[in-house]
């Protein structure tokens, strides 16, 4: 099973990305699907995570700039990222259970 983020790249501080993680259907409906991030020299850090049936969080400095979605029919998370922070740059994960994407890298500069 493979989770395969996209959506990273060079962004100046208050810009925005969107990031996606398609997902093999049967951890999509199995698990609760989560971003993390690991900036270099830290811990990974849970940014968002959403249940199976919607129910979404939003976790520490993202709260109020970052969201979190699904696409149901396309088996997609989504992280959607704003007001983006130098201190937001990081390698950002798709995370379904045990099951791992390869990461993305976002980084944000002027």
């Known amino acids: 099973a493979q989770l395969v983020e996209s959506g990273g790249g060079l962004v100046q501080p208050g810009g925005s990305l969107k990031l996606s993680c398609k997902v093999p259907e049967s951890i999509f409906w199995q698990y609760n699907m989560k971003w993390y991030r690991r900036a270099p020299g830290k811990q990974n850090e849970e940014v968002a995570a959403i249940t199976t049936d919607g129910r979404d969080y939003v976790y520490g400095s993202a709260q109020g700039r970052f969201g979190i979605s699904r696409d149901n029919l396309n088996d997609i998370l989504y992280l959607h990222m704003h007001d983006l922070r130098s201190e937001d740059t990081a390698t950002y994960y798709c995370?379904?259970?045990?099951?791992w994407g390869q990461g993305t890298q976002v980084t944000v500069s002027s």
């Open positions: 995370n379904g259970g045990p099951h």
